[in-house]
């Protein structure tokens, strides 16, 4: 594909994504490509190209004589990054925001009760690495700064676990947490307690205290529904 078609191809996902998890399109709408190809003013391999992407996201199924069916949202892949990125930028936002956050709550307490088992030294100072990044970048309203540091700290909590099904988690974590900055669900600086407890979470990972880590990473997670409560009602 050549630049130009990777350009269009992100174009038309890019509009028909959201479009679809946003609702434009309900369940059982059937799209036709040559209508889109017309519509988004792009080729016919452009458009199926993309219709192939939406469907192994589970969004659309591509039938010959009927066209492309919107699938009912318990069919989609609500794993994939890209469709929690659409969800999220969509009206549905509080409920997806609130969806992830309650997936977190059960994830990560246990992860990190892991992760102080069987961290690695190098992922211990990963940790308390990001950690002193998010207190470095938590005043000033440096929120991208912040952002990266508590990105790598939850993905590393994760990879930690030793478990690889928690550690491809990773990715949602990222999105959720990616997601809940750029749609200002958030305070403009934040909450110290909260940076607080993850540097408490680097401490007991690093001395190994596994009832610790998960206590304060549940505490972490419940705060972040307190401030959806808030934020996103």
Avoid at 104 to 128: D, F, H, I, K
Avoid at 204 to 230: F, H, K, P, Q, Y
Wanted: glycine share 6%; hydrophobic share 40%; net charge negative.
């Amino acid at each position: 594909m050549t630049a130009q078609a990777r350009g269009l191809h992100a174009r038309v996902l890019d509009t028909l994504g959201p479009a679809i998890t946003g609702g434009e399109y309900p369940p059982g709408s059937v799209l036709r490509t040559d209508e889109l190809s017309q519509e988004f003013e792009v080729s016919r391999s452009v458009m199926r190209e993309a219709v192939r992407v939406l469907e192994s996201m589970h969004l659309v199924e591509s039938r010959r004589r009927v066209g492309v069916t919107v699938l009912p949202t318990a069919e989609w892949n609500v794993y994939d990054p890209q469709v929690i990125r659409w969800r999220l930028a969509g009206a549905d936002r509080p409920r997806q925001l609130r969806s992830l956050t309650v997936l977190r709550s059960a994830v990560e307490p246990t992860a990190a009760g892991l992760a102080a088992r069987y961290a690695t030294a190098e992922q211990c100072a990963a940790l308390t690495e990001c950690a002193i990044g998010m207190v470095a970048n938590s005043r000033g309203q440096r929120l991208e700064g912040y952002l990266l540091h508590d990105i790598e700290f939850h993905r590393t909590i994760l990879r930690a676990s030793g478990n690889e099904m928690f550690a491809r988690l990773g990715d949602v974590v990222a999105e959720v947490l990616t997601g809940r900055t750029h749609h200002q669900v958030m305070f403009e600086e934040p909450d110290p307690a909260a940076v607080t407890l993850h540097v408490k979470v680097a401490e007991a990972v690093r001395e190994r205290n596994a009832v610790r880590a998960e206590e304060l990473t549940r505490e972490i997670t419940i705060g972040a529904l307190e401030e959806l409560n808030v934020l996103a009602p």
